[in-house]
C-alpha cells in the first residue's frame, strides 16, 4: 500500500542541530528518494549510490545529513510512519462506529486497487524486524500508533454501550490490524484485491456480531450490509 507522502523528512540533522530551510529541503529530498527506492527495490536492493542520484545529491551532502545506510534506513521509517498514518487520520477520528470503520477500510482497499502496492511499513518489518534492533523499534512504535487509533475507536463503542461487555477493544485492534497487514501482503503477491477484502469484511462482520441488540440496526451475519446513516446497504465486493 503505497501512501501520499509527508511535506517534511524531518527539520534535524543526525548529530540533532537544526537545519536551515535549504538544508531541510535537500534532507527532505534525500529521504524521500531513499523512501521511494526502498519501497520499489527493498532495502538491501537500495544502495546510498542509488539514493545520491535519485536524490540528485553529491556525496558529501548525502553523509552530512546521515552518517550511513542505517540512518538513513531510520530516517525512512519515520517518513513511512507518517505517510502512512498521516493518510489515514482523517478516518482515524471516525472509527468509532461501524460505518466509519466499513469506511476505513474501503479507504485501504481503494488506494490498494489504485496503487497496487504493499503497505511500506510493512514492508519495511519484514526486512529489518531481525537485522536491525533501533529500526525494529521504530517500526514497532509505527504499528503501536496505527493500533492505538483502531482500538480507542473501538473502546469508545464500547463505552457507550454500542459493543457488548465482552468485546476486547485490545484484542480487536490486533486482529483488525493483523488482517490489514496479510491481507495487503497476499493482494500484493496475487495481484488482486480480494484476500485484502476479505480479511477486512471478516474482521469487521465479528465485530458487527457484538453489537448491542439494544442498538443492533440489522441481523447477525449480514456479511455484505454496512451501516449508513443508520440504514444497512450492500457493499459491491471488488
Wanted: net charge neutral.
Amino acid at each position: 500500500m503505497a501512501s501520499p507522502v509527508p511535506d517534511a523528512a524531518g527539520a534535524g540533522g543526525e548529530d540533532g542541530r537544526r537545519l536551515t530551510r535549504k538544508g531541510q529541503a535537500t534532507r527532505a529530498r534525500i529521504v524521500a528518494a531513499a523512501a521511494g527506492l526502498m519501497y520499489a527495490r527493498g532495502v538491501a536492493g537500495t544502495s546510498t549510490e542509488d539514493v545520491r542520484v535519485a536524490a540528485s545529491v553529491s556525496s558529501s551532502q548525502l553523509y552530512h545529513y546521515f552518517a550511513d545506510k542505517n540512518a538513513l534506513v531510520r530516517a525512512v521509517v519515520a517518513y513511512q510512519t507518517e505517510a502512512v498514518l498521516s493518510f489515514q487520520q482523517p478516518q482515524f477520528s471516525r472509527l468509532d462506529s461501524l460505518a466509519g470503520l466499513a469506511a476505513w477500510a474501503d479507504t485501504l482497499v481503494d488506494l490498494h486497487l489504485r496503487l497496487r502496492g504493499g503497505c511500506p511499513l510493512g514492508s519495511l518489518a519484514s526486512e529489518l524486524a531481525d537485522a536491525d534492533p533501533v529500526a525494529r523499534e521504530a517500526l514497532v512504535a509505527a504499528f503501536a500508533r496505527w493500533e492505538a487509533a483502531i482500538r480507542d475507536g473501538l473502546a469508545a463503542m464500547r463505552a457507550r454501550g454500542e459493543l457488548r461487555g465482552e468485546a476486547d477493544p485490545d484484542r480487536l485492534a490486533v486482529t483488525l490490524l493483523a488482517a490489514v497487514q496479510g491481507g495487503l501482503l497476499l493482494a500484493q503477491t496475487r495481484r488482486e484485491v480480494a484476500p485484502l477484502r476479505i480479511a477486512l469484511d471478516t474482521v469487521l462482520d465479528h465485530i458487527r456480531s457484538l453489537v448491542s441488540d439494544a442498538v443492533r440496526p440489522y441481523p447477525v451475519g449480514s456479511a455484505s450490509a454496512v451501516v449508513t446513516s443508520g440504514v444497512p446497504v450492500r457493499v459491491e465486493r471488488h
